[in-house]
């Protein structure tokens, strides 16, 4: 990514570090605004990391990738150190582990610990300092790319302010023609740019829906955010919900750890956190697609990952991409051929740990790609190098992590995966019966397409292109696969790739592919874990054969052309065909295209519609909320329509048990406790409602009978409290 100046000597490194370190006990104990949140963020998502790769000497390795083990250990460093001093602490009746000064006086004990070890262990060359020296004609490819942030911020600003989505359409236009550019100068684009305009693509991406409201925004991040607000309020983590959530410290730990060295507003940090961790997750794919198809055709792959719907609604699925996010960097560790086997044993089994603490589904998902990996390689190869890393030993001590953590110590998550696993066997009886599949899987596969409008259907058919480009880039992977895998045979490869697949490569490929098929055809795997995360799991490995699926699609389009056209000189470049998929999908899943048909579907360009009602929190409901929590008992009863208890979780602290949004449903009149409305009830004139497996609007008027015989208590003109 960048040139190297020079290389820190350990003396060097070790003083600065010492330093950084004084600096940041200042900053913090004295809390002085920026520099406290600036130097924190450095101290708990890179130093970790910096210090560990120290000892296990894998300071040499290249700098993206460097960079990128740095923030992954960094990581999971903060959530297994984090839980041994929490539970030390209260294994001893120390009750606030988690607050500022003790975390603080814990970690510095442990960085400077792991600082000693290093030197003494490490007589290398520490790290390369940064050259940023650019040529005239390499600013200019960095002039735009170095913009869309600050597109992004103003943008979403005017949004929140005057409702003005010109800037944030201007963005969207910009990336995709900024992509278009390189790809037709790419011959003259730096290679070592990629990585920096990936993440500023990343970044300015992930920012509209973080940035978007004062409040956070979603359904499951309401009780994420509550549960990081209980762990935040205690001072420290234990069982507390006794549901799966209990089991996924990426949303209680992790962020109080974040808070208790940042101190910046709690909700302000929970919606920004998970975005910035996890934009570097398209420099993930970018590494693993550019080892087979090269840099441009790898830019190409990250920019597809970056399209899809679920990396643009990250912050929505806080836990569920941050396991994502550790289940890519196993695979970047796994195929990296720079790190020898006990340091890439060591590093995965970090990273699997990671996802352990993260999210339960990812992680039963990771196992069994780790497991039909592990059998398919022992089956195609017995000469493979994966079988050396990944062994049943591997196997069963990734199974053992699970078991521990998820029936012994947070116990639901278990019993969750059993249930999930039996009731999948059962649903096998009912194939045929749509309702048994979710939505998202219903939608893939058409359904109700002929009732819905133009833009639904244009992105119906690109959406599947893209499934069709993917489809024949595994197909010719299974086709050729002596050619483009199996390194130890001798077959000469296609010239398209730069490096064979290994076996396991391969193998993932048809098991992702057998997930993405079976998850549509085997109805209750899409109710337990969606279609779109599946998909957006296994497109971290996949991407790279989506371009080679336009590659190949181009070889055959000319050879067709050429024989419609046989005078023509004109060919179908495999740039044109890729682009001419993916940026209309861009736009499709941005919402330009719905905007162009005057249809309110995006979030980040429109403050209407159905998404903006399902899911945006103004801050009268907040306000609605938190007088809630004040004015009333602890165990009294609230009523008002669906999410609305979402609302009252994340900004009121409410318990969801004393909440009932069903007693609209079954038309009754309730004698005792509150009427809760929120602002989409009043100003809307809207109740959300569940029927028959899926939600929908009432009219207000409809539901008036429940407010017969109350008083009004609270009015904000956009929320109200009836008693």
Known sequence: MIRSLRMLNNKEFLF???VFLLVTDFCIYFDIPLIRQFCGFFFLTILPGLLILQILKLNKIESVELFLIVVGISITFLMLFGLLINNISLSLGYKTPLATIPLLISFNIAFIILLVIGYTTNNDSAFSLPCLNFTTSEKVFLIMPILFPSFSIF??????TIDNNIVVMTLFFLISLYLIFVCFYCQN???RFYPVVIILISLSLLLLIALRSNHIIGVDTHQEYYYFQTTLNNQNWSMFGHTTLDSCLAISLLPTVYQSILNVPSEYLFKMLYPLLFSISPLVVYILAKKYIGELYGFMASFYFMSLQNFLWTSLHARTNIAILFFALAMMIFFNDNIDI???????????????????????IFLFIMVG?????????EKSKSIKIINLLFIILFFVLIFYWYSQITETAFKSGII??????????????????????????????GNKGIPNKIEFVFTWLTFALMGIGVLTLIKKCKEMSFPELNFEKPEFLTNKFEVAYLVIALECTGLFAGIILIPFITLGYSLDRTYFLGSTVMSVFFIIGGIIAAKYLNKLLSKIIKESKHE?????????????YFLCTTGILYQAFSVPQSIFLNSNGNIYDLMYVHDHDSYGAK??????????????DHFGGMWLLSQGMVQLSNYNPYIIDNKRVIKTGYVYLRYVNLIEGKFLQFSKGSFKWNNLTNCEYLLDNRDKIYDNSGSQIWN
């Open 16 to 18: 600065l570090v010492l």
């Open 155 to 160: 943008g979403i600003y005017l949004m929140n």
């Open 189 to 191: 684009f730096p290679k």
């Open 342 to 364: 006990s340091r890439k044993r060591l590093l995965l089994i970090a990273f699997m740990a990671s996802c352990i603490l993260s999210h339960y589904s990812t992680t039963y």
């Open 373 to 381: 990996m592990f059998l398919g390689t022992e089956m195609l190869s």
């Open 420 to 449: 999930f696993f039996e009731n999948t066997v059962n649903s096998l009886t009912k194939f045929f019966l749509e309702e048994m599949r979710s939505s998202t899987a219903r939608a893939v596969l058409g359904e109700g397409l």
């Open 572 to 584: 179908c470049t495999a740039n044109l065909i890729i682009l001419f998929v993916l940026i209309p």
């Open 627 to 640: 007088w809630i929590k004040r004015y009333t008992d602890d165990d009294a009863k609230i009523y008002g």
